[in-house]
């Protein structure tokens, strides 16, 4: 795959987003800039002002919706407020009008809006399949079970990450790592490359462990 200089991701983050699913990709992509100053990583929100994502801690976004900033990859992470977001016409008008070359990418329920958009008709993706406690009380819903509510069309995988072309989804929170890793790959950094970074990130062992853990569309 030809490396794709000055790869941009831009990051969605809103009310109670979950932290490590945003944190984790935008870190690789941090430590990742340290081979390639090229690459880069910031959030969009959907105005240009402070963001409370999940347990209170605020982030303030590089850009809002009315920016439009360039990117290769748009990505949107989990937590209590994909819920809310499912519903953001706004969000959903921002997606749409994304050039048809932008990576439309999520971690954990941010695949969810993917879903009540319709854009995982008849394609594989994935969502956290570990329950917390209240999910597994029964007075919820396993996510990726909700996943298969939500889109019906969807067929539902249990990999990590799925990579079904534009649309790449990944599972649970921490999950986040292995999705910024695959966007070196599909960015088209070699395999050399992603190993050093995850070895740079102390991050070597797990990598190995999951990097085999990705679901390709026929």
Same mark, same amino acid.
């Not at 979950?18 to 340290?34: K, L, N, Q, T």
């Not at 999705?179 to 070196?184: A, E, K, P, S």
């Given at each position: ?29 941090? /430590? ?18 402070? /963001? ?5 801690? %605020? ?8 920016? $439009? ?35 439309? %990418?999520? /971690? #954990? %329920? ?11 008709? &008849? ?18 819903? /396993?996510?990726?079970? $909700? ?6 069309? #969807? ?16 599972? &649970? ?16 950094? &070699? ?28």
């Amino acid at each position: 795959m030809p490396h794709h200089p000055g790869f941009r991701l831009g990051i969605y983050v809103f009310k109670d987003a979950e932290i490590i699913d945003y944190a984790a990709p935008h870190g690789v992509f941090s /430590v990742a800039r340290r081979l390639d100053p090229e690459l880069e990583a910031f959030l969009i929100a959907d105005a240009a002002r402070p /963001v409370q994502t999940q347990a209170g801690f %605020t982030v303030l976004p590089n850009y809002s919706f009315a920016d $439009r900033p360039a990117m290769d990859a748009f990505l949107i992470p989990g937590g209590f407020g994909t819920r809310q977001e499912m519903h953001n016409r706004r969000l959903h008008e921002f997606i749409r009008a994304l050039p048809a070359e932008t990576l439309l %990418t999520s /971690v #954990c %329920t941010g695949s969810w809006i993917y879903g009540a958009m319709g854009l995982l008709d &008849g394609l594989p993706a994935t969502n956290r399949k570990e329950p917390d406690r209240l999910e597994a009380s029964g007075a919820g819903m /396993v996510p990726i079970d $909700r996943l298969a509510k939500i889109a019906p069309a #969807c067929r539902i995988s249990r990999a990590r990450v799925v990579d079904a072309g534009r649309i790449v989804t990944a599972g &649970g929170i921490a999950s986040g790592m292995e999705m910024g890793f695959h966007l070196l790959r599909r960015a088209g950094y &070699g395999e050399d490359f992603i190993t050093e970074v995850a070895r740079v990130m102390e991050y070597a062992q797990a990598y190995e462990a999951y990097r085999g853990d990705i679901e390709y569309a026929a």
